[in-house]
């Protein structure tokens, strides 16, 4: 299995809502990490788990809120988001940190309202 | 900050000919240098990269070169097909292994039949 999963693949919420974003991976990877994308942009960097702890935050804010419960998942729970928070957020893992290739999932497309 | 800057922003190619897209990054301590392949509406994937002990790998009909004293990698696609039509981005490992990546603002690349 080569796959990072993510789930839901669509999601639509109002600002007032609770969500989160789920993915999974099964490759043994260590590292995990979120990532946001806009539209005809590159991914920005969110988090970086590393053996299921936070070692990255790129000052993202408190809305934003991961969790990794064990080595195959990773949460990203969203509260109280801002319409400039609709974006593809994009989820991918490692064997480690400083072991090259990320393969990333399909990503959530997010639309906040 | 670090940054990467990626050249061109678009490129046009007939198909069977040759596409170069060139980046530049800030961080000296970079020490691992990925592209990446997306299509329109799919997960970006690796296609080549470049650890900073090689000048140069090969794979078929993509190429990767490093200059590490300009700062300089490049993206060589031959006999262009396409299907090789994507939004290409680069990137850097800053301050070594710590999985962040920095990515080039993309080149999307089109290749006329």
């Known amino acids: 299995d080569t796959e990072v999963t993510q789930t839901p693949k669509h999601l639509v919420m109002g600002m007032t809502n609770k969500k989160s974003l789920k993915c999974e991976q099964h490759m043994g990877h260590r590292a995990m990490y979120w990532y946001k994308q806009k539209a005809k942009k590159p991914p920005e960097l969110m988090f970086v788990?590393?053996?299921?702890?936070?070692?990255i935050n790129e000052s993202v804010p408190s809305r934003f809120s991961p969790e990794c419960p064990n080595s195959s998942l990773l949460n990203l729970h969203l509260h109280a988001l801002q319409p400039e928070d609709s974006a593809l957020y994009l989820c991918?893992?490692?064997?480690?940190?400083?072991?090259?290739?990320?393969?990333f999932g399909e990503g959530s497309r997010l639309t906040v309202l | 900050g670090e940054n990467v800057e990626q050249h061109p922003s678009t490129l046009s190619v007939q198909e069977g000919d040759s596409a170069v897209i060139k980046c530049t990054y800030s961080d000296s301590a970079s020490n691992y240098f990925p592209w990446y392949k997306q299509e329109l509406g799919k997960r970006p994937q690796l296609i080549i990269d470049?650890?900073?002990?090689?000048g140069e790998k090969k794979d078929q009909r993509i190429a990767v070169t490093l200059n590490k004293t300009a700062k300089h990698f490049s993206l060589h696609i031959t006999e262009t097909q396409p299907e090789d039509s994507a939004v290409y981005f680069c990137a850097a490992s800053i301050k070594g292994n710590t999985g962040k990546l920095i990515f080039g603002q993309g080149t999307t690349l089109q290749v006329k039949p």
């Open positions: 470049i650890r900073s002990n090689v």
């Open positions: 788990y590393s053996y299921e702890k936070l070692s």
């Open positions: 991918a893992s490692s064997r480690g940190r400083d072991t090259g290739e990320l393969f």
